[in-house]
T-cell receptor, first 113, second 112 residues
Framework: DGGITQSPKYLFRKEGQNVTLSCEQN?????MYWYRQDPGQGLRLIYY???????QKGDIAEGYSVSREKKESFPLTVTSAQKNPTAFYLC????????????FGEGSRLTVL | GDSVTQMEGPVTLSEEAFLTINCTYT??????LFWYVQYPGEGLQLLLK?????DKGSNKGFEATYRKETTSFHLEKGSVQVSDSAVYFC???????????FGKGTTLSVSS
């Protein structure tokens, strides 16, 4: 089935550790996005990529890094520089030249102990 | 900058009640407007969309009309069900190829 797969669904890490969240899509979409969701704050854009080997910072990029080496994959690394990393992270994809919808994965919940 | 403002929740209704969730936006030009729904523990799903003024998006009994004069895109449903309990997000996309900008979400709880 076509879709977006995020892993792991739940992740725990200790303070000071980096962690990488995986996002894979088989929808042949050019554009991919990472959002962070916190209670009462909605979704905030971390990074996005409109094409392989290119990506742009969103509104809250500090403490995060991404790569886009393959069209299907857009991993997000939460570094130790991120002050408050505990959150629900959502990956999405969509056609690059389109005013239509984004397709979302089921999310990854990161908890820092 | 561009932004979306939604009514704060939670909204608590009885089954078969009428639902309105207000959404207003600030944007330059003519953005596309969306409503997404998030069920517990899941990602977001597109509920409906409208790409130009006066367009009405509809799906699963939900409707929203793109009102440029009032910069609004209010979500309505005539008779809610328990299964409609979820978080609803209003969003805009200013132009093709850009990311969606979301409101803070409104939690709807429907009881039988």
């Amino acid at each position: 089935d076509g879709g977006i797969t995020q892993s792991p669904k739940y992740l725990f890490r200790k303070e000071g550790q980096n962690v990488t969240l995986s996002c894979e899509q088989n929808l042949n979409h050019d554009a991919m996005y990472w959002y962070r969701q916190d209670p009462g704050q909605g979704l905030r854009l971390i990074y996005y990529s409109q094409i392989v080997n290119d990506f742009q910072k969103g509104d809250i990029a500090e403490g995060y890094s991404v790569s886009r080496e393959k069209k299907e994959s857009f991993p997000l690394t939460v570094t130790s520089a991120q002050k408050n990393p505990t959150a629900f992270y959502l990956c999405a994809s969509g056609p690059r030249e389109n005013t239509g919808e984004l397709f979302f994965g089921e999310g990854s919940r990161l908890t820092v102990l | 900058g561009d932004s979306v403002t939604q009514m704060e929740g939670p909204v608590t209704l009885s089954e078969e009640a009428f639902l309105t969730i207000n959404c207003t936006y600030t944007a330059t030009g003519y953005p596309s407007l969306f409503w997404y729904v998030q069920y517990p523990g899941e990602g977001l799903q597109l509920l409906l969309k409208a790409t130009k003024a006066d367009d009405k998006g509809s799906n699963k009994g939900f409707e929203a009309t793109y009102r440029k004069e009032t910069t609004s895109f209010h979500l309505e449903k005539g008779s809610v069900q328990v299964s409609d309990s979820a978080v609803y997000f209003c969003a805009l996309r200013r132009q093709a190829g850009t990311a969606l900008i979301f409101g803070k979400g409104t939690t709807l709880s429907v009881s039988s």
